[in-house]
């Protein structure tokens, strides 16, 4: 059930879709009775009027009253808030669960009310089928597993891939979440559990950019479990084996990606929740092959610059003085080295190939400098020479509150994975930035793992900083009427755009021009008011008119770059001679949106 608008081309090229924006293309069904109800799909539930019934053979099968969608909408929406008085002061946990439960039954039963629903309290609705509830439902997932949902492909499945990826009903696929469960979230391996993650993105990317349900593709990769709980667990229901490791390990993703590609070459991919390792060595594999993007290096780099340069504009400063922010990140994982491969980048351009930036980059062993041994090559970029921090009395592997003291840091952005890392003292220190506006990001995910809570940020910081956060926090009331506003720093304001854009471009492969102007996008998104306020970043329930500026950026500079193919019947050519404002309109006019729809037997 879904409806294809108006599209907008270029001034020298226009046409529009024969179907009506007020009532949907009937949509071909090749199901009748029970089997219709059965599928999630097509049903309607007690929605279905008359004249249908009698078409699909329904009548009998269902109550006699038809429910209007919008009276199902108030009626789900009414059973919520129920649940939300019943659970009220149980544990957050319970509490979470339980709005995944009744969210997850409607999933199962009815997914145009379901999106619906969505979409329509996505601020209220994203905690839940995203982060932070992601994580505990994928802590639990064995348990809570009721109905498959997406593809999963395992070690033993070598050599069946390129003949299995046709048992997907669905003949046409759009986009891909694919993980290996190896480090979801900050919770470290799953397994096979860490498929909530690439479920919760792409209900992401329905409601964000509008992506054709129908066309989505959640993929766990189960190369086995190096964590022994869960390989003791008797519920847990991924492969009982330690996981594979180098070419064995490649070879396993390799075919997966040959068999996605041999039967839905124009699909893009977005890698997720990889460990370090495999999640750079996956994207120098396949990035220049595929369109493709690893959404914990490429998504949070982007989110985390966008956030960077508003703090620039926060303190007054032209953009151009990123290129003087002294910025420690702590964590050395695939997101804290994406970030700052991003922001060198962004120094770079403003700078020239010949700056110097003032990154410090910490991980569980204190600052890494060009003197520790056995440096990881991905870290090798950022490791500080003896020379360069000498002056400021710092060494190889100097603790957290000690380099933030030394340095006095514009910027301290935490991807650790650990929680509480920033304690009092090192938030302290950062009362004496050399910022009139010091940031503190403490972005790592779920809420447990956050480096710090804003309330500690703000009473120990000053109420001068700016914050933002992973997971999603109340702002902070600083008394005579301030407000200590907190931004959520998530992925979820790019990966969608990023995802569409590259999309509707029919991009070859994702640049890192079109993520810098994903970034870029997002950043100027904020009017100057709100920038001086401490507002980095929009509200949730503006998500797809974010969605659809960030795809429209994404789109142009693909284009721009010479990447872009085109998509469905508007070709490259067309694409080149849109203006601007009607590449975002064509980017709205593509976002999918739920209605009931007539069906037809055939």
Known sequence: ?????????????????????????PCIVHKR?????????????????????????????LPPRVISFEQQYDRFMEAFRSLERNTEGQPDSVVSLAKWRILNRLHDRNETLYYRVLIDNIK?????????TVGLVCQNYSGLFRRPRGMYFSAKDKGEMMSMIFNWPSSQVDMIVLTDG??????????????????????MYVAA??????????????????????????????????????????????????????????????????????????????????????DDIQGTAGVALAGLLG????????????????????????????????????????????????????????????DRKDIDPAALPFAKAHHE???????????????????????????????????????????????VRPAIFAMSNPTNNAECCPVDAFKHAGEDIVFASGSPFANVDLGNGKIGHVNQANNMYLFPGIGLGALLSGARNISDTMLEAAAECLASYMSDDEIKRGILYPSIDDIRDITAEVGAAVLRAAVAEDLAEGHGDVGAKELQHMSKEETIEHVRQNMWYPVYGPLVHE
């Open 311 to 370: 703090t620039v504009r926060a303190q007054g400063r032209p953009l151009t003085d990123f290129a003087n922010q002294k910025i420690v990140v702590v964590g050395a994982g695939s997101a804290g080295l994406g970030v700052l491969k991003m922001a060198l980048q962004a120094v770079s351009r403003m700078a020239g190939p010949s700056a110097d930036p003032h990154f410090f980059l910490l991980d569980k062993n204190g600052l890494i400098t060009k």
């Open 389 to 435: 921090i000498e002056e400021l009395g710092l060494h190889e592997g100097a603790g957290l509150a000690e380099v933030v003291k030394k340095v006095k840091p514009h910027v301290l952005l935490g991807l650790s994975g650990v929680g509480g890392i920033f304690h009092e003292e090192v938030l302290r220190a950062m009362r004496e930035s050399d910022s």
């Open 1 to 25: 059930m879904w409806r294809v608008a108006a599209r907008s081309a270029a001034s020298t090229f226009r046409r529009t879709r024969r179907f009506s924006t007020a009532i949907s293309a």
């Open 124 to 132: 209220n609705f994203a905690p839940i089928i995203y982060t932070p």
């Open 33 to 61: 009775g029970a089997d219709i109800l059965h599928d999630p799909w097509f049903n309607k539930d007690t929605g279905f009027p008359m004249t249908e019934r009698d078409r699909l053979g329904l009548r009998g099968l």
């Open 182 to 203: 190896s480090r979801i979230l900050g919770l470290g391996d799953l397994g096979v559990q860490g498929i909530g993650i690439p479920i919760g993105k792409l209900d």
């Open 209 to 294: 950019a509008g992506i054709n349900p129908q066309r989505v593709l959640p993929v766990m990769l189960d190369v086995g479990t190096n964590n022994q709980k869960l390989l003791e667990n008797p519920l847990y229901l991924g492969l009982r084996q330690p996981r594979l490791e180098g070419e064995e390990y490649l070879s396993i993703v390799d075919e997966f990606v040959d068999a996605v590609h041999a039967r839905w070459p124009k699909a893009v991919v977005q890698f997720e929740d990889f460990q370090a390792k495999w999640a750079f060595e996956t994207l120098d594999r396949y990035r220049k092959k595929f369109c493709m993007f690893n």
